[in-house]
């Protein structure tokens, strides 16, 4: 029965990544009410905790973004990336991880791939390289990042077992870092010079043009001016994610409570969902932000399609593993806790079709707790999350291939041989590793 029901599971996530979007979590009402009223298992309950930290998350960034907070992040990466074009294929995904780890969402490196894309056509650099592997660095900052909403569904999971956030990112972030910068090593010298690659000549000449007359031309830029406001919403921004980082950091400073006799320190999930209303609020009330436009939003839609998605997939998965969590242990608990790097590539199998850091967490990581993996390989392998890369369908992937008018960042004829596999497995490969390393100092 247990392989039958996995079954169901397997075929609803497929069914959901297939049609993408909220169907994904649409796909796991469907096979929880297989399980439930098909083969009489009990739903466990619904993840509303995490649901409701990643949904004041959601909230903060799109209120920063409505106030144009975002926009001004984007052209400050714009005049970094401009004032130094050669090193492009190093500074590039160096940027992308700074600001999604300051925005908390992916949706900021949208803003930034074209601008990386007509850089390095104007250099000269073949832009294969520092696109590929500066949309994996974006993928893998949401890991480290301390307002994302996969970090938010984390620290949810691991509060119990005494794992803050500042461990946390004092893992995941110098090995992400390290990780993204080996990326880029790996991509440096990828391929032909762009003026050599024959499906760039193919496209110029289709123009009437050559590289170098490309190379010379001289584009005049307007550079956007931004008002107080915005600047404003990204220091509120930025400041919550600080007090969230301190609060996790020393758990000193959180209030305390008598409650039935007993002291209890406010939790990290309450804090979280506090300080990203608190911040979400002052930005609506400072910076004159149109609290209608805070829903219609690109980063709400998104984030709260993730929200859906995790409502779904978690609580189906959450049922089985409950109903079977006696045999699955009896199964697979010894060898996964000698081999606890294992839990790593689960996690990339998993992300890589679910394409949601944040939901990837909520599937596995209670399983993964139930099994009794210590901290170290719980923290360590979290970045095998932002394995999102595999199957070439995620938003910013396709963006990538569509953003870069050379033709050399592009999805194979066999599909799986992309230009961000190679760069996306050394980083991911090297975050986990280094955070095992980290890890085993930090906890």
Known sequence: MFWMQLLIVLVALAVGARLGGIFLGIAGGLGLAVLVFGCGLAPSSPPIDVMLIITSVIVAASTLQVAGGMDFLVSVAERILRANPRHITFLAPMVCYLFTFMAGTGNIAFALLPVIAEVSKD????????????????????????????????????????????????????????????????????????????????????????????????????????????????????????????????????????????LVTLSMTHAIEIIMLVVAGVVVLCCKTRVSDIAKSSVFEAGMTGVICIYGLAWMGDTLITA????????????????????????????????????????????????????????????????????????????????????????????????????????????????????????
């Open 123 to 262: 250099t000269g650099v073949r832009p294969e390289r520092p696109m590929s592997i500066s949309v994996v660095a974006s993928q893998q900052a949401i890991t480290a990042s301390p307002v994302s909403a996969a970090m938010a569904a984390l620290v949810a999971l691991l509060s119990p077992l005494g794992v803050g956030m500042g461990q946390i990112m004092l893992v995941c972030v110098p090995a992400t870092l390290i990780g993204c910068l080996l990326g880029a090593l790996s991509v440096c010298r990828r391929g032909v010079e762009l003026k050599d690659d024959p499906e760039y000549q193919k496209r110029l000449a289709a123009e009437g043009l050559n590289a170098a007359s490309v190379a010379a031309q001289h584009k005049e830029r307007k550079q956007k001016t931004f008002d107080f406001s915005a600047k404003l919403s990204v220091a509120l921004f930025v400041l919550g994610a600080v007090i969230i980082v301190l609060f996790g950091t020393i758990p000193a400073l959180r209030p305390s409570f008598m409650i039935d006799g007993k």
């Open 324 to 443: 079977y969590l006696p045999e699955i242990k009896l199964l697979v608990q010894n060898f996964v806790q000698a081999h606890p790097w294992t839990f790593a590539i689960g996690l990339m199998a998993v992300a890589s079709v679910v394409l949601s850091q944040a939901a990837t967490t909520r599937l596995l990581y209670p399983l993964a707790i139930a099994l009794g993996l210590p901290p170290v390989a719980l923290v360590a392998s979290w970045p095998a999350s932002g394995c999102l890369y595999v199957i070439p369908t995620y938003a910013t992937i396709v963006a990538g291939v569509a953003f870069d008018s050379t033709g050399t960042t592009k999805i194979g004829k066999f599909v799986i041989n992309h230009s961000y596999l190679i760069p996306g497995m050394v980083t991911t490969i090297s975050s986990v590793a280094l955070g095992f390393v980290f890890a085993s100092f930090v906890l």
